[in-house]
Nanobody
């Protein structure tokens, strides 16, 4: 049973950089069984896929956010990280990490995630 746990600051000022980490427990981040995603939900909106990283380190991003988003992984710590710069108030939301299963695709539907983290609230405000 894989467990995912997000961590990071709950409050970030506009124009600052957000850094969130997802710790993977009960499985290895190098497995070929899953690919590792970041998703968010802003107030009053649906789920928004931010990007992903595969076991080999290949990344893909939401085109609308690609210029501000970077995802990396640390195999030694069995975790992967989201960095988003130039934050705006409408980046406020709950940020989730998710393990996708099957063939990796961009913007996967919720049903493609085998495991989810519990989510972490991020507020962008001065």
């Amino acid at each position: 049973q894989v467990q995912l746990q997000e961590s990071g600051p709950g409050l970030v000022k506009p124009l600052q950089t957000l850094s969130l980490t997802c710790a993977v427990r009960g499985g290895s981040i190098t497995t070929t069984d899953y690919w590792w995603n970041w998703i968010r939900q802003s107030p009053g909106k649906g789920l928004e896929w931010l990007g992903q990283i595969t076991n080999r380190g290949y990344t893909a991003y939401n085109p609308a956010l690609k210029s501000r988003t970077s995802i990396s992984k640390d195999t030694s710590k069995n975790q992967f990280t989201l960095q988003m710069n130039s934050l705006k108030p409408n980046d406020t939301g709950v940020y989730y990490c998710g393990a996708g299963s099957g063939m990796a695709i961009m913007n996967p539907p919720p049903g493609r995630y085998r495991y989810w983290g519990q989510g972490t609230q991020v507020i962008v405000s001065s």
